[in-house]
């Protein structure tokens, strides 16, 4: 029978619009193990809450972590959260994750389930810092330019860290971020989260799978990225058009934030991985030599949480 690790362990929580992925991560930055839920399928925070207490004893119990108590927990959850309250304050694609006026927040009742703290934070901040840490593991040197994370999922978040800190990103009311912003009314999109023109109407999990099925693709990314590759000329303009969306947009970054390290990551490109590419031929030159690969894949906001929880 193999013994406990002996390495310090945290768990992370990375809470996403289609999957919720919980993990314990060790002090090297390496997944010890992990499980998940479709949370699609959940429509109060009492269920989530209970899996969620399901999947920590779950993974404890694949880590051989006899006593949890002593380990770190760290949610990531898309929106827009007040980190001092602990209260999620808006999440567009999770709405039963927002803070209801008469109750405990999610992060108190998964505290009081689970019997310890729990650090709660944005998933784009978590998929930032995991990136960034296996970023600086590699021997790269903190530099003035920043590493700003932009991650493509059921939606679409970033996250800017400079010297080792997390930098704040501009954002109008309770919408998406001014910089991820990237069309003009009158034409552009209605988005969910109230305003127009968001790239998450263009570049999403979601917004993807219904172009690829307009276009006749009838297993959506899959099928989309196969006929691409294989220089079909309508698959490769329409992946054009869409990597025109989020060029303009890691352009716009560059400038602002005085061109930094940019990586891309998120589940779209595990799909449709042909859109990095095509971003990458229309950016300038000095923003293509800063434009990298996430590392982590779908483990970037687990491993990012954890790091954060111990942190």
Same mark, same amino acid.
């Given at each position: 029978?193999?013994?406990?690790?002996?390495?310090?362990? /945290?768990?992370?929580?990375?809470?996403?619009?289609?999957?919720?992925?919980?993990?314990?991560?060790?002090?090297?930055?390496?997944?010890?193990?992990?499980?998940?839920?479709?949370?699609?399928?959940?429509?109060?925070?009492?269920?989530?809450?209970?899996?969620?207490?399901?999947?920590?004893?779950?993974?404890?119990?694949?880590?051989?972590?006899?006593?949890?108590?002593?380990?770190?927990?760290?949610?990531?959850?898309?929106?827009?959260?007040?980190?001092?309250?602990?209260?999620?304050?808006?999440?567009?694609?999770?709405?039963?994750?927002?803070?209801?006026?008469?109750?405990?927040?999610?992060?108190?009742?998964?505290?009081?389930?689970?019997?310890?703290?729990?650090?709660?934070?944005?998933?784009?901040?978590?998929?930032?810092?995991?990136?960034?840490?296996?970023?600086?593991?590699?021997?790269?040197?903190?530099?003035?330019?920043?590493?700003?994370?932009?991650?493509?999922?059921?939606?679409?978040?970033?996250?800017?860290?400079?010297?080792?800190?997390?930098?704040?990103?501009?954002?109008?009311?309770?919408?998406?971020?001014?910089?991820?912003?990237?069309?003009?009314?009158?034409?552009?999109?209605?988005?969910?989260?109230?305003?127009?023109?968001?790239?998450?109407?263009?570049? /999403?999990?979601?917004?993807?799978?219904?172009?690829?099925?307009?276009?006749?693709?009838?297993?959506?990314?899959?099928?989309?990225?196969?006929?691409?590759?294989?220089?079909?000329?309508?698959?490769?303009?329409?992946?054009?058009?869409?990597?025109?969306?989020?060029?303009?947009?890691?352009?716009?970054?560059?400038?602002?934030?005085?061109?930094?390290?940019?990586?891309?990551?998120?589940?779209?490109? /595990?799909?449709?991985?042909?859109?990095?590419?095509?971003?990458?031929?229309?950016?300038?030159?000095?923003?293509? /030599?800063?434009?990298?690969?996430?590392?982590?894949?779908?483990?970037?906001?687990?491993?990012?949480?954890?790091?954060?929880?111990?942190?």
């Amino acid at each position: 029978m193999k013994s406990p690790p002996t390495q310090p362990l /945290s768990i992370g929580i990375d809470v996403g619009g289609t999957h919720t992925r919980v993990g314990v991560v060790s002090a090297d930055q390496s997944v010890v193990t992990s499980r998940h839920l479709r949370t699609r399928r959940l429509q109060a925070q009492s269920d989530f809450v209970e899996q969620l207490a399901i999947l920590i004893q779950g993974v404890c119990h694949d880590a051989r972590i006899a006593d949890k108590s002593c380990t770190p927990i760290g949610l990531a959850v898309p929106g827009i959260i007040d980190r001092e309250s602990g209260v999620v304050v808006r999440s567009v694609n999770l709405p039963f994750l927002e803070q209801p006026s008469s109750e405990e927040s999610v992060v108190r009742k998964l505290s009081r389930r689970v019997g310890q703290p729990v650090t709660l934070m944005t998933d784009a901040d978590a998929a930032a810092w995991g990136e960034y840490k296996i970023w600086r593991k590699d021997g790269q040197r903190e530099d003035e330019r920043g590493f700003l994370h932009l991650r493509l999922g059921t939606g679409v978040a970033c996250s800017l860290i400079a010297q080792g800190q997390f930098q704040p990103l501009p954002r109008t009311g309770g919408g998406h971020l001014d910089d991820l912003v990237v069309n003009s009314p009158p034409d552009a999109l209605l988005c969910a989260c109230g305003q127009r023109g968001c790239l998450e109407n263009y570049v /999403s999990g979601p917004a993807l799978q219904c172009h690829a099925e307009a276009l006749g693709y009838t297993n959506g990314l899959t099928d989309w990225e196969k006929a691409s590759a294989h220089g079909d000329p309508t698959a490769i303009a329409s992946l054009d058009r869409v990597a025109t969306f989020l060029s303009r947009v890691i352009e716009n970054l560059q400038r602002r934030y005085q061109n930094p390290i940019v990586v891309l990551g998120g589940g779209v490109f /595990s799909g449709l991985p042909g859109l990095f590419s095509a971003c990458k031929k229309q950016l300038l030159e000095s923003a293509e /030599s800063s434009l990298m690969f996430a590392r982590l894949g779908d483990l970037a906001g687990v491993v990012g949480a954890a790091l954060l929880a111990k942190h």
